[in-house]
């Protein structure tokens, strides 16, 4: 029984994840594709140098440090965020649990994880002399931006449901005062007429 429990919840995970991912997909096979031609079609070449001026002269090394350290900056976010909802017991993991949004959280901070720690790699070990490796780079680039606005609005999802959590429970929590303290005058109300 639980390895059907585990194989069911690998295979939603699964459908979660590339449910997920086909805007990102899709983005980076425009992209590429795009790429393609310019680099490939004659008509395009004129184009195809501006673009290679471009990125040699814009996206240096150092930009290459920068976005490399702010991209590992997004795995430790993803990351910190994974541990607190994964091992803290709240009301709001509940709510998760509920609205079936823990396999389409662990999706994107895996897909984000994974992405972003293959810029790392690259940003690091791929010397970026050649603009057609820059050009990749920035296309995986937009994909990982594309991922980190997804999860963004993804915490602003939870954080609502927390919110509205919250409220319900200082709505119950104030109701059971006010219902105490009408017991609590009825009480006095008793002694008070003996």
Known sequence: MKNLREVQSYKSLTKSLL??????????????ISLAIIILNPKTQELH??????????????RISLITSVVAIFIGIYSTILIVISTSKMSITELLLKSKMDTQILAIIGFGIAQN??????????????????????????????????????LYRIFKLNVASMVR??????DEQIE???????????IKSK
């Open 117 to 154: 720690f293959l810029l790392v790699i690259l940003g690091v070990f791929i010397p970026m002399q050649k603009w057609i490796f820059l050009e990749m780079y920035l296309c995986l680039l937009c994909i990982a931006m594309i991922s980190f606005s997804k999860f963004i609005l993804l």
């Open 180 to 190: 105490l303290m009408t017991k609590i005058e009825d009480i006095l109300n008793q």
């Open 49 to 62: 140098n501006l673009l290679k001026i471009f990125f040699i002269n814009y996206v240096t090394e150092n």
């Open 169 to 174: 429970e200082l709505d119950k929590e104030k």
């Open 19 to 32: 449910s997920n991912i086909r805007l990102e997909v899709a983005v980076f096979a425009v992209l590429t």
